[in-house]
């Protein structure tokens, strides 16, 4: 009988608790597990060791290390997962001494992003993250990931297995490399029709797990996917959306922050996390029954400043209220212009942050009615390429716009009120 179910993966998460960090190490693993879950693995156990910093030669200290390898065979599990980067040879070094498998928190994520990719870009993003990351850790060995079989790590974009074949990287790299610069230039394109329509641009950003497709959802019934996993988004959705105030702005619901992040990863990710970056506003949005939510918030803004966003408007969204957990007063956030309690599982609080989110764009921007005169035709081209427009109409003394204006616009435009 064949059984084609993948089997199992049992692993051991393991974590250093460094001297002066201020991330706390029993949340990070927590988090790692809810990772491993994730990506189908069932954890056996936690180990951390307070240490000054990581081992070179094999991540922890040898005495902790010959503990770990009696943990393994007690609890029967398959592989260890490491909270932190690993270099090849300390992969070797661990591999050879505790004889099974050696991931880290890099490729668990990555694992999970494989398997959640949808949309083109997506897709190529996460293989050519897996075989850098591939490539980086096999160096000299080659036959590591062969030998794992299945399982975290093994997984490519949708259905398909990960290239391991060292020889066919770098072409297979070159080669998604090219067609990531065709999928950015046609992004491009689509921003810039975006900027010109002038229709505002409002960002849903935060931690994964927050609950932004959820909030995504309930804006516009798009049929997001949201559910209680890590990293339920990798690609982005874009909406239009009209609200009862009859404006029309975009939303975008993105991809989660997470912490521990390698940089390399979040440059692999930057034409997925970018679109924050053309956005108006963020709504940042905050899971406030979280009891790490604080550390969530710097987490997200750390990021936020990695992709130059630190000087966009923020508004935090405490969401989840629903929950008793988060009947605690709500961190300060300094960095937001403003802030709203929401759920947006039970849409509460939606109508006034959305009418919060109108009138910090506002601030910016004046909704007023004008009518042109026929043969002031310059001026119609001038409102199609500046303006946003709410409505438009033929009337008999001439065109009538209602439209948000900046103010170079509104003085140029000032004369034609006729409100
Ligand atoms: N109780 C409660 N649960 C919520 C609320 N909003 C979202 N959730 C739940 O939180 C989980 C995560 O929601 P998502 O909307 O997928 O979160 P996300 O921020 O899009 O997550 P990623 O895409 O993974 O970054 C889901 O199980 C939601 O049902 C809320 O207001 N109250
Ligand atoms: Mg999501």
Do not use: W
């Amino acid at each position: 009988m064949y059984n084609t179910e993948e089997e199992q993966e049992r692993v051991i998460l393991v974590g250093i608790d460094f001297d002066k960090n201020d991330l706390n190490a029993e949340s990070c693993l927590d988090e790692l597990e809810e990772l491993a879950k994730t990506a189908g693995a069932v954890c056996v156990g936690k180990m951390i060791q307070k240490r000054e910093g990581i081992h070179r030669a094999h991540y922890l200290g040898k005495g902790k290390l010959e503990e770990l390898k009696a943990y393994i065979s007690e609890t029967n599990a398959t592989g260890i997962i490491c909270d932190d980067e690993l270099t090849a040879t300390q992969i070797r070094n661990m591999e050879k001494i505790l004889n099974t498998k050696i991931m880290n928190r890099t490729l668990l994520i990555l694992d999970i992003f494989a398997s959640r990719a949808n949309s083109a870009e997506g897709k190529v993003q996460v293989e050519l993250a897996q075989l850098k990351y591939s490539l980086s850790h096999l160096a000299g060995q080659g036959k590591s990931l062969s030998r794992l079989g299945g399982g975290i790590g093994t997984r490519g974009p949708g259905e398909k297995k990960l290239e391991t074949d060292r020889r066919n990287i770098a072409d297979r790299i070159s080669e998604l490399n090219k067609e990531l610069k065709e999928i950015e230039k046609r992004r491009q394109i689509i921003r810039e029709k975006r900027i010109k329509n002038k229709i505002p641009i409002i960002a849903l950003a935060g931690y994964t797990n927050a609950g932004k497709s959820t909030l995504m959802n309930t804006l516009t019934n798009a049929g997001v996917l949201a559910e209680d996993k890590l990293f339920a988004t990798l690609d982005t959705t874009t909406r239009k959306i009209k609200l009862p105030s009859g404006a029309e702005y975009l939303f975008t619901d993105t991809v989660g922050f997470i912490q521990k992040l390698p940089h390399h990863l979040i440059k692999a990710f930057r034409a997925t996390l970018e679109e924050v970056k053309y956005a108006d506003i963020i709504l940042h949005i905050v899971d406030a029954s979280n009891p790490i939510r604080e550390q969530h918030i710097k987490i997200v803004y750390e990021t936020l400043k990695d992709l130059g966003c630190e000087e966009k408007p923020v508004i935090t969204v405490f969401n989840k209220t629903d929950k008793a957990e988060a009947e605690t007063p709500f961190p300060k956030d300094p960095r937001a212009l403003s802030t709203q309690a929401i759920s947006a599982k039970y849409e509460k609080g939606i109508s006034e942050l959305l009418e919060k989110t109108e009138e910090i764009i506002k601030g910016f921007k004046k909704l007023i009615q004008i009518t042109i005169p026929y043969n002031k035709g310059s001026l119609i081209n001038f409102i199609h390429g500046n303006c946003e427009i709410v409505e438009s109409d033929n009337k008999p003394e001439g065109f009538f716009f209602k439209i948000y204006a900046n103010s170079e616009a509104f003085n140029r435009l000032k004369d034609y009120i006729t409100d």
